[in-house]
């Protein structure tokens, strides 16, 4: 590119846009945002605007494209939207002024993660924008959000997978990283719930970080959380270029203070979103949002995602909840004062970054006024934890009485235009105000006199922005006005203006008090403003009890609405819920209709290997024990008729397998890793819920895998388990396991029906009724009989085998297990830095290979003798797939390719 070339203005431009490279550059021009060159092009095809061109000097027009300033608010959120950061250059001094080109600066970086307002913000979620620090040995996070002024930090030893899953934990929409951290961050984003655009950053604002946390406070932080702090405090200065005066304390916690919940088990149990379309509905969160302000919403997602570990806390919780469920009234009153509150972290940010208006004051004051009700409330409640709550809580009442007494009711949104200010907040404006309506008062006056001098009776005076007053006099009368004193101005249609001296004198009395009122209005309002910023601490402060009062009524709410009882926490091992149900699949089922099944977890008991068919109810009730272990810890009541729970230091969760494809790694794959990660992790203390461990690979390896892994569970780590699987043949484990123990889902037999009871019973399912399910999901009557016919020549096969080869194969698999056990379960799972164990050490010897080695056949029967090839490789294919995910169509379509195949 030829700078020489260049207009003046086209190299202003280009000057300016090398300061941000990697934002679009929205460039002010007159009443307009201008974007040029590859911006140009990129920006009109993701906003689809009109792409033009502009003469700048060099001979081929410069690509060009623009959005109105007024409406540019909407453009801006969009593309920030989408993940890209917005640069906005303003015209820094009064172009009227200026001599060559007007002076331009950048004014803000508007980027995902400092969004102030707009679509990218949702009122009942955060923004997050994260900043990660790596140091030999360590690893820190700081977060912030922006519109609300929250600050937390964390650090921890445990390494990079420790500190990127906590990361996830925000759902963040920008993410600040080391250079060499940018990768790893990126390839971890992309299981996050929300979009995350990580940049490579690493400028610190140590001083002013001094400045706007105090030195005491970032001595108290461990050196890699403080680098953490400063670096994002450093990109958030350099992209707002302003004060950012809200941001005053940090939160520093350990992630040891919360229960632990990888990514995956937050999405599998479906905490805030559901799996299928990452909405709110149909997640634990909508079950428990009874929330009535903005930021108790955002709280109770906050809590959902951090579930506590700490008893006497959990308790605390507990019994404002129980206090709350009794006291309807009490609730009902606490929820009607805060209804009232608008959201006071989002307000105080506002007002702090200069962006509040006098209606988001007048806000601020009706939330204010309801505020001491709701305290008062609490402070006079039979709930310890309510009185404490509220005991030393400012109700900040002198600032709601200053905006009472500066801020009319209904005031203008727009801040440049007066109409904000109230009667008697200041002796200047009122005289003004004195002055501008005493010349109104005058103008009615000449109008009455002027009709009388020159009986004309529609003679008016009016006003207009181009000649100001004037006097109206339509064409007919124009012959009654006499020579000389008028001045005509303007001719319309069918009528004249005029001015005469008096009036003109009088106007310039009238406009510039009007100005100077409009001016000092801005002016008080900006210092009232300031004032109350000044007060962010406080208003912060309040703006949480507040948020904690409401999830706490939020809980009892919802509680005393779905019958939830008041789960009793233990310090030991044994976990038991009587008639428990799965608090989201309840909610949506018509009536009473849900199943209530008891768990018990104990010491001598703490596996659980549920089998049972297709549709049965095992999943639901793995997540209901997860997902009552959960609200337990939380704080919430629970659906159950009474539930006892151990404090549970980290549940984990592998369900499901279609929906886990990343990077192009087998569902298998997946499945292993989270298996190793469980294995490295878990301590007794953790809850761990596997369903359909090794259904992704062949029959024998997967029920190998199965149960090295149950084995591996119940002796190495003894934590409490929950299994279910479709090998019904893992039931034997029950004799050489002493702590499990077999369950099914029950079913009802009738005929050839098969009913559903979604009971938990005693013992292990006889069949899989995989064939059943090939039933309803519609195959032909001819493939089903045809299969019931294999399978039965299956299992008489089976059996006979058993008979013949069965003593000396569990003998020989015993020895082998005794004398392997050790060595291939730490292969297995063996701790590693390699993030993709090699497959290897992954699969170990199969059925087969063990068989061939010791001279028998056990993969090989004598079914396979005598069935045809043929049908046997469509028999294993009606094993294997999973009819309930198909579509009818991709049923019928596989019905027809194994017709095909058997007739070929
Ligand atoms: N306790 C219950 N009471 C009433 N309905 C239930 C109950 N448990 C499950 N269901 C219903 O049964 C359906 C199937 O349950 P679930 O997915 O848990 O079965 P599953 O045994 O895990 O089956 P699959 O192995 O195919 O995943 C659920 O969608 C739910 O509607």
């Known amino acids: 590119m030829r700078m020489a070339n260049y207009t003046p203005m086209i190299q202003q431009y280009l000057a300016i846009k090398a300061e941000v490279p990697d934002a679009f550059l929205f460039f002010r021009l007159g009443d307009f945002y201008e974007l040029f060159f590859e911006d140009a092009i990129r920006a009109s095809r993701e906003l689809e605007i009109t792409l033009t061109g502009r003469d700048g000097g060099a001979a081929e027009k410069i690509p060009m494209c623009g959005v109105p300033y007024h409406s540019s608010e909407s453009y801006i959120s969009r593309l920030v939207q989408k993940g890209y950061k917005v640069a906005i250059c303003e015209q820094v001094e009064d172009p009227s002024q200026a001599k060559g080109v007007v002076r331009r600066e950048i004014v803000r970086i508007v980027t995902p993660g400092t969004a102030m307002e707009g679509r990218t913000l949702s009122e009942t979620g955060n923004n997050f924008i994260l900043s990660l620090f790596a140091e030999e040995g360590g690893y820190a996070l700081a977060a912030c ?17 420790t500190i990127l899953e906590e990361a996830g934990v925000y759902a963040p929409s920008e993410v600040l990283a080391p250079p060499g951290m940018v990768k790893l961050v990126e390839d971890e984003a992309a299981r996050w719930p929300r979009t995350a655009v990580v940049t490579a950053w690493e400028r610190s604002a140590d001083e002013q970080a001094v400045l706007q946390f105090g030195a005491a406070r970032l001595d108290e932080l461990p050196d890699s959380s403080r680098t953490a702090v400063s670096r994002l405090l450093g990109y958030l200065l350099e992209t707002q270029k302003r004060s950012l005066s809200h ?6 916690y350990e992630t040891e203070q919360f229960m632990v919940l990888d990514p995956f088990t937050r999405r599998n149990l479906e905490l805030t979103e559901t799996v299928r379309d990452r909405s709110r509905k149909g997640s634990l969160l909508w079950v428990l949002d009874k929330t009535v302000t903005a930021m108790g919403g955002r709280m109770l997602r906050r809590w959902i995602d951090k579930p506590l570990v700490q008893r006497s806390k959990i308790e605390e919780r507990l019994e404002a909840v129980g206090v709350l469920n009794q006291d309807l009234i009490l609730r009902e009153e606490i929820r009607t004062a805060l209804r009232d509150v608008y959201d006071l972290e989002r307000l105080v940010a506002r007002i702090c970054f200069g962006t509040a208006n006098a209606r988001d004051l007048t806000a601020l004051r009706v939330s204010l006024e309801k505020v001491p009700i709701a305290l008062q409330l609490c402070r006079e409640s039979q709930s310890q934890t309510l009185r404490a709550l509220v005991a030393d809580t400012d109700a900040c009442e002198d600032i709601a009485a200053w905006i009472a007494s500066a801020i009319q009711d209904e005031p203008p949104v727009s801040v440049r235009e007066g109409g904000m200010i109230r009667d008697g907040y200041d002796p200047h404006l009122d005289k003004l105000r004195e002055a501008s309506t005493g010349g109104k008062q005058w103008l009615a006056e000449l109008e009455r006199k002027e009709r009388e001098a020159t009986g004309i009776k529609t003679l008016k005076i009016g006003f207009n922005k181009v000649f100001g007053y004037y006097i109206e006099v339509t064409r007919a009368n124009l012959s009654a006005l006499p020579e000389g004193k008028y001045e005509r101005k303007q001719t319309l249609a069918n009528a004249e203006r005029f001015v005469t001296p008096e009036l003109k004198e009088k106007e310039a009395l009238i406009l510039e008090a009007e100005e100077r009122m409009v001016g000092l209005e801005y002016e008080l309002f900006s210092e009232l403003r300031t004032r109350i910023a000044g007060e962010n601490l406080r208003m912060q402060k309040l703006a949480e009890v507040i948020a904690a009062l409401d999830c706490l009524q939020s809980f009892a709410e919802v ?16 976990l038991q819920i009587k008639e428990g149900r799965h608090p989201v699949v309840e909610a949506v089922m018509p009536g009473q209709s849900f199943i209530r099944n008891d768990t018990q977890l104990l010491q001598d008991r703490g596996t659980m290997l549920i089998t049972g068919p297709n549709m049965a109810g095992k999943s639901t009730y793995m997540r209901q024990v997860a997902l009552i272990a959960i609200m337990a810890q939380i704080g919430c009541f629970v659906p159950a008729e009474s539930a006892s729970i151990p404090v549970i230091d980290r549940v984990f969760t592998r369900i499901g397998a279609a929906d886990d494809l990343i990077g192009g790694q087998s569902t298998f794959m997946v499945e292993m890793m989270d298996i190793r990660v469980m294995t ?15 259904r992704g690979t062949s029959t024998g390896e997967g029920m190998a895998i199965a149960q090295a892994v149950i084995e591996f569970l119940h002796n190495q780590i003894g934590c409490k388990t929950l299994v279910s699987t479709h090998f019904h043949e893992l039931a034997h484990l029950e004799e050489s396991l002493s702590s499990l123990r077999n369950y099914s889902m ?14 938990l019973a005693e013992g292990a399912a006889s069949t899989s009724y995989g064939i059943y399910c090939a039933r309803v999901a519609g195959l032909p009557g001819e493939v089903i009989e045809r299969a019931y016919a294999l399978l039965s020549r299956f299992e008489r096969r089976e059996a006979e085998l058993a008979r013949e080869t069965g003593p000396a194969l569990e003998a020989a698999d015993r020895q082998e297990a005794a004398d392997n056990r050790q060595v291939k379960q730490l292969s297995l799972f063996e701790q590693t830095d390699d993030p993709w164990p090699r497959e290897g050490k992954l699969q170990g010897p199969t059925a087969r290979e063990r068989a061939a080695e010791k001279g028998l056949s056990p993969g090989r029967t004598k079914e396979e003798d005598t069935v045809l090839p043929k049908e046997r490789a469509a028999l294993e294919q009606i094993r294997r797939t999973e009819l309930m995910n198909m579509t009818p169509l991709a049923a019928l379509n596989f019905l027809h390719e194994l017709k095909q195949k058997l007739s070929e």
Do not use: C, M, N, W
């Open 559 to 574: 509680s005393a609405k779905r019958q939830y009882r008041k789960p009793q926490l233990t310090e030991g091992f044994d």
């Open 145 to 161: 959000d922006l519109t609300t002024g929250e600050v937390y930090v964390t650090h921890t030893r445990a390494g990079a997978s």
């Open 680 to 694: 490295e992790r878990a301590t007794p203390r953790s809850l761990v819920i596997i369903d359909e461990l090794g």
């Open 247 to 252: 941001l005053t304390k940090i939160k520093e």
């Open 746 to 759: 029950t079913v009802k037999e009738s005929g050839e029906q098969v009913t559903f009871l979604r009971k």
